[in-house]
């Protein structure tokens, strides 16, 4: 499959579904009914009057480098923030899910978009992200066999707790 060919899946922890919304450039694509993942910069441009109109059928897009200090106010309103990977090497992203999630009590959905890994999505999942783009083929392979993976131990707290209870679950074991 060429690059041109590749297929992006909306897939949750509950399996792959229909994405209903679709990334735009710019406001105008406020004029249809449909629900749009608008860039941070474009979103942060709306009016008070246009953003409140349209509040359940937009979301924004946040790259890397670009701070949520100005999206924050927001958040309340917002159904979605979607979360740039343009490069699986770019961690970014882990941080502001988190921060999300913890520090701004953002309780809807985080969703990962751009170069996403099979072996990164059950960190994502920890750190806050609820829905993935996913167009990586061993990715989509493995999703589709519910083949997830991950490791069942952390050494770290995180915005989604583990099976074994919030924490450092290496701590809260008991000695055998």
Known sequence: MSE???????????GFREDEWRHEDGAEALAGNHRVILPLAVFL??????RA??????????????????????????????????????GRSYSKAELLRSRHGYGGTIRASGDVLIDQIP???RTGFSEFEVSNETALSRLAQGRV?????????????GDSGAGYSWRRRPAA
Request: charged share 15%; aromatic share 8%; no cysteine.
């Open 45 to 50: 441009e709306l009016d008070d009057a246009t």
């Open 149 to 161: 993976g991950g490791i069942p131990f952390h050494y770290q707290p995180a915005a989604k707790a």
């Open 123 to 125: 960190l994502m999942i």
């Open 4 to 14: 041109t060919d590749t297929v992006t899946r909306l897939w949750t922890p509950d």
């Open 53 to 90: 109109a349209v509040a359940d059928r937009v979301g924004v897009h946040v790259l890397p480098g670009e701070p949520l200090d100005g999206l924050v106010p927001f958040l309340a309103q917002l159904p979605l923030v979607s979360l740039g990977f343009p490069a699986f090497s770019d």
